[in-house]
T-cell receptor, first 111, second 116 residues
Framework: DAKTTQPPSMDCAEGRAANLPCNHS???????VYWYRQIHSQGPQYIIH???NNETNEMASLIITEDRKSSTLILPHATLRDTAVYYC????????????FGDGTTLTVKP | NAGVTQTPKFQVLKTGQSMTLQCAQD?????MYWYRQDPGMGLRLIYY???????DKGEVPNGYNVSRLNKREFSLRLESAAPSQTSVYFC???????????????FGPGTRLTVL
């Protein structure tokens, strides 16, 4: 699986958009980009995933660059409850289930 | 629909004791996973089960054993606990391990284990 690089921490003002970057320069053509978040000490929560097209759901948007070497998770109107650790994962699992979450980005939303 | 449940929520063991962490999912998922998370760090995969009847090692399997009891349940056993196994343990499940749509994982609330 491709390695990912994320900034260790970011701040965002409440009500503003939070843009969380992820670098995955070694991504392969059949690898998906997944984003999860972990609020305080709860179990991680799935947010969104994509292959090469931009994706949007009720939680967030995912923008993947044309060369697929990086992506950005966008929380359009961040709230205090979005304060969490955000993990970017790139993987193709075929017949294996190995996954590495890395250390993620700690997003702090401030009033 | 409870999703993924884990028992116990908290456990304190002495070095050398054994215990089994239980995990169950009610989403009819084929694949299940066990992760550990040490303080301030990301999750590391211990073992996974791609489908009922199969189990495979993850990144940090030493000191652990697993059993996929049936499609719903996946247990993690520590035969002789060590202080280095003090961690939060998360169980997860997914429809498959195919890496595409439907492969998102759903996590349980975790078991906080302390080994003295």
């Amino acid at each position: 699986d491709a390695k990912t690089t994320q900034p260790p921490s970011m701040d965002c003002a409440e009500g503003r958009a939070a843009n969380l970057p992820c670098n995955h320069s070694t991504i392969s053509g059949n690898e998906y980009v997944y984003w999860y978040r972990q609020i305080h000490s709860q179990g991680p929560q799935y947010i969104i995933h994509g292959l090469k097209n931009n994706e949007t759901n009720e939680m967030a948007s995912l923008i993947i660059t044309e060369d697929r070497k990086s992506s950005t998770l966008i929380l359009p109107h961040a709230t205090l409850r979005d304060t969490a650790v955000y993990y970017c994962i790139v993987r193709v699992w075929t017949n294996a289930g190995k996954s590495t979450f890395g250390d993620g980005t700690t997003l702090t939303v401030k009033p | 629909n409870a999703g993924v449940t884990q028992t116990p929520k908290f456990q304190v063991l002495k070095t050398g004791q054994s215990m089994t962490l239980q995990c169950a999912q009610d989403m009819n998922h084929n694949s299940m996973y066990w992760y550990r998370q040490d303080p301030g760090m990301g999750l590391r995969l211990i073992y996974y089960s791609a489908s009922e009847g199969t189990t495979d090692k993850g990144e940090v399997p030493n000191g652990y054993n697993v059993s996929r009891l049936n499609k719903r349940e996946f247990s993690l056993r520590l035969e002789s606990a060590a202080p280095s196994q003090t961690s939060v343990y998360f169980c997860a499940s997914s429809e498959s391990t195919a890496g595409g749509p439907g492969d998102e994982q759903f996590f349980g609330p975790g078991t906080r284990l302390t080994v003295l």
